[in-house]
């Protein structure tokens, strides 16, 4: 099962690299147009478009790498106890959230489709094309979570978190006054 969810989170990593890639192309052909003259119609909007599926792809596996900004100075102060359990009810309030943002995605997505909505741009593009990737990312997020609680629970793992991320912790723990142990008055 870990390998499964592995490759399901390298694969997210992957469609949102090819959706940044994507992005350059467009902008290039724009680029590339305009010197001769033509226009790449809609282009902004496939950018917009791809940007928004790109970095809805890329939450799963930039969560599962600790990319993701964790504010954490308060938990680092508790004892080794409370903190797993301070990263237990947190990682549970983020499943429940980000599976009912899932929820959500999907339900306007599936309403688009009903509704056969279209973008406003010069080149009508079917609405429901366009969510399905923010829904389908914030699941995979879900997932990650999901796992991550599971993984807290049951297997004693902790949180993933960025080297940069540490480096800042440390910083800001250093920066705090320490007691003066001399004796010596200020």
């Known amino acids: 099962m870990r390998q499964v969810l592995d490759r399901f989170y390298s694969l997210t990593a992957v469609l949102s690299g090819l959706c940044i890639v994507a992005i350059c192309l467009v902008i290039l052909a724009r680029v590339v147009g305009r010197w001769f003259g033509v226009e790449v119609p809609s282009s902004d909007d496939f950018a917009g478009f791809l940007l928004v599926a790109g970095s809805f792809f890329g939450l ?3 969560f599962r790498q600790g990319g993701h900004i964790r504010v954490s100075l308060v938990i680092s102060k508790l004892s080794t106890r409370w903190q797993k359990r301070a990263d237990i009810f947190v990682l549970v309030l983020a499943s429940l959230l980000t599976l009912y943002l899932s929820w959500y995605l999907f339900f306007i997505t599936y309403e688009s489709y009903l509704f056969e909505e279209v973008s406003s741009g010069y080149v009508p593009v ?3 094309l366009v969510q399905f990737p923010m829904g389908f990312g914030m699941l ?3 997932i990650a979570i999901i ?3 599971v993984g807290c629970l049951f297997f004693d793992q ?3 978190s960025s080297e940069e991320q540490e480096l800042v912790e440390q ?3 250093n920066m705090q006054p320490h007691a003066n142990t001399s004796g010596d008055a200020l």
Do not use: C, G, H
Request: net charge negative; hydrophobic share 50%.
């Open 60 to 62: 799963a596996y930039t």
């Open 158 to 160: 902790t949180i993933a």
């Open 140 to 142: 995979s997020l879900a």
């Open 147 to 149: 796992d991550q609680t």
């Open 171 to 173: 910083s800001v723990i």
């Open 126 to 128: 079917p609405l429901w």
